[in-house]
């Protein structure tokens, strides 16, 4: 069993910055990578950025300059510091874990998600 719990978030003014947080805790075998997603209303949850356990980073292109994913890999968790917020970030984010339990196999695990809302 593994559990995502996520903090942070919640409203800014555009051109504005938040931070998010997520640590990872249970029967934790190693982590392959965590990250972030988001859904906004009416579409599809998409990747924001993840970074794996050996510090390769991958961002979605809307977010570059813009977003930075870090990890403590000692603590399980995973941080995003999000500057120049613009309206379209408005969302709701999930943090992401591809976690081994059991050797040979990883499952994605997924946070409860937290409302970011930019404001014009």
């Known amino acids: 069993q593994v559990e995502l719990v996520e903090s942070g978030g919640k409203l800014a003014q555009s051109g504005g910055s938040l931070s998010l947080a997520c640590t990872a805790s249970?029967?934790?075998?190693?982590?392959?990578?965590m990250g972030w997603y988001r859904q906004a209303p009416g579409k599809p949850r998409e990747l924001v950025a993840s970074r794996n356990s050996g510090g390769g980073t991958n961002y979605a292109d809307s977010v570059k300059g813009r977003f930075t994913i870090s990890r403590d890999n000692a603590n399980n968790a995973v941080y995003l510091q999000m500057n120049s917020l613009k309206p379209e970030d408005t969302a709701v984010y999930y943090c992401?874990?591809?976690?081994?339990?059991?050797?040979?196999?990883?499952?994605?695990?997924w946070g409860q998600g937290t409302q970011v809302t930019v404001s014009s």
């Open positions: 249970g029967s934790i075998l190693s982590i392959v990578s």
């Open positions: 992401n874990g591809r976690i081994y339990t059991n050797p040979g196999k990883w499952d994605d695990y």
